[in-house]
């Protein structure tokens, strides 16, 4: 009996078998420490960019990428916890493609902890997420960037504004498109919710789950700055890596 009731807990909380994304034995919800340590060795050998926080490979110090330096982007800085590549865009996929909504935990806990340990002395207004279209919610039943959203505005106590920023029109998948097909994919894709007229001057952390061209982000950046915001700070799970070349220099 004790057993069936074991069975039945983990089938309503699979979760708690362990490490969401490799099952091994450990604390529920967290992600384990040789998971933790896949993911550092991915972003071995690459730095940040202080502005858009893809990663580079290069060493640690000040560096802007070629692409922020032609045109730098609206927002104040933009970081993301681990490079977009390998087990990092697996477990991205599972978490947006394959319904595993509780994967939100983990990762907007690690988000948090980067946020502390980037701006230990920022407060931040607001938590916005990048907002979905209605009909791609409806289809996949969440706002991933929402859901990290909430974990991070519970874990740092700032407000969620989840209608500060609307989509209003559907965008097709960007993941075959160029940089500048994906600026054009986005022109106008949205427009400032009511929640936009809270924060008028006011500082703001705007949340997605991965960060490439930054097409997504700098339309929603402009949006915001359009509706009066005054900041805006950016926090990705996962950043791309940059690996061309400015092509004005090759
Ligand atoms: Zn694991
Ligand atoms: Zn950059």
Redesign the pocket.
Known sequence: MLSAITGLKALIFPESKG?P??G?RGAPHQ??P??LQVWADLAEGLVPCTKCGRFYSGQEGEMICWECREDEPQYMISRGVAPFEGPVREAVHYFKFCGRRELAYPFGELMAALLVQLFPFRSFSAVVPVPLHINRLRERGYNQAALLAGVIARILKIPLQEEALLRVRETPSQTSLSRQEREANMKNAFIPGKEALLLKGKRVLLVDDVYTTGATVKECCQVLASAGVGEVYVIALAAGVVKDKNPKEV
């Open positions: 490490c994304l490799c091994r992600i384990c040789f998971c």
